[in-house]
Every structure is written in C-alpha cells, then in structure tokens.
C-alpha cells in the first residue's frame, strides 16, 4: 500500500471516529515511514468503526421525523396494503392536507386503513368516506373526505390536547358506546398504532405536527 494510500485511510478513519463518537480521532500518516503492518491496522480499524457507525445508525431508521412522507411514498404503501384501493394516487392530498392542518400524514392513512381498508370496503366507497367520520356521512370526493377529516382532527382533537393516537380514540372510537355493539372499537388503537409504526412513525408518540 502506498504512504497515499495509508493518508487517506488514515484520515477517513479519523473523520468516522469523530462524527460517531467512537474512538479519538487519530493523525493521518504522512512520512514515508507507515508500514505495511500500520496500513493493515488502520483497514481493520477502518472496517471496525464504519460497521459500528452503521450499527449506530440503524435504530433510526425505525423511526422517521413526522411529516417527513412524501405523496409517491404514500401511494406506493396504499397500493402495497390495498391493492384495490380507490385512494391510490391520494397520497399527495394526505400530505397536504396533513401538512395544512398540522397533522402527520402517515397518521391520516393509518386511521383510514383501519377504519375502511382504505375506502375499499363497500360501505366507504359509495359514501367516499373512508375514515368513518360520521361515522355514515356521504362526500363529494376523496379529496374532499381527507379534507374535512384532517380540519377536524386539527380542530377537534389535537387542539384540545389530543396528539397521540391512544388519546385520539377515547373520542374518536370509544370503547362500550351504543353504536358500537360489536366492540369493534377495541381494535382501533391496536390497529393504528401497528400501522402507524409501519410508516415510520412513534406509535405512542405526538402525531402534531406543530
């Protein structure tokens, strides 16, 4: 290996060790003297600290900012989990209307899969409803329903102090009511959260986005 070479290595493996916190950033080489065991070393140490950058890395991953799904994202996991949906090709209206009223997107799409499967259940497809906001009530359009959904749950939920999806369904679906003789309410949370979580989002955390 060249004494460049070694430099170089040697220097990239400084950089990693201090973005990551690792271990204290070494000098570079830079005399004629590195040897070829000082090279071998600076390799293994160099694979060494990328791999647990990596590791480091990882959990991150789970987990991605509120707001930061973008529409093609959306469509493409609408289509993944409904195939049939007729919300395909809506993900650019959850985010915008998420984004306007202050409310992820990703938790609007969880809400309407659990609710309707996406507004592939019958009963949503003819009313346009997908969210079962209403919970029977008729709308013009999809675009309309993601609308109408995300105003009220800006102004009905989360500026009342409901930002998480557990403290959403105690209005939203709440447990023992009348109209729900079936319990079907006591999926919600359970359902939600998983979907929520799917799309990268914290299922016990704030769904506001300010």
């Known amino acids: 290996m060249s004494v460049d070479s070694v430099s170089g ?10 973005i990551t916190g690792g271990l ?34 990882a959990p991150a991953a789970a987990s991605t900012p509120a707001g930061s799904v973008t529409g093609a994202q959306l469509d493409a996991w609408i289509a993944r989990k409904n195939p049939d949906s007729p919300m395909i090709g809506m993900g650019d209206v959850f985010v915008r209307e998420g984004e306007a009223n202050g409310i ?21 497809r003819a009313r346009h409803n997908a969210f079962g906001w209403g919970p029977h009530r008729t709308f013009a359009s999809w675009e309309d329903n993601i609308a109408t959904v995300a105003r009220g749950l800006r102004t009905g939920y989360l500026d009342d102090g409901l930002t998480t999806l557990a403290q959403i369904q105690g209005r939203y679906a709440p447990l023992g009511v009348s ?17 929520y979580a799917e799309l990268g989002g914290d299922p016990n955390g704030s769904v506001a986005l300010r």
Request: aromatic residues 2%; charged residues 15%; without cysteine.
């Open 179 to 195: 109209n729900d003789p079936t319990n079907l309410n006591s999926n919600w949370l359970r359902n939600t959260t998983a979907l």
């Open 24 to 57: 204290a950033p070494v000098a570079p080489a830079s005399t004629a003297t590195a040897t070829t065991a000082t090279a071998s070393q600076d390799a293994s140490d160099f694979a060494s600290v990328l791999s647990g950058a990596r590791t480091a890395a």
């Open 9 to 18: 290595l040697a220097s990239a493996l400084a950089r990693i060790r201090e």
């Open 104 to 124: 992820d997107p990703r938790a609007l799409a969880a809400i309407a899969r659990a609710e309707s499967s996406l507004g592939s259940d019958p009963g949503a």
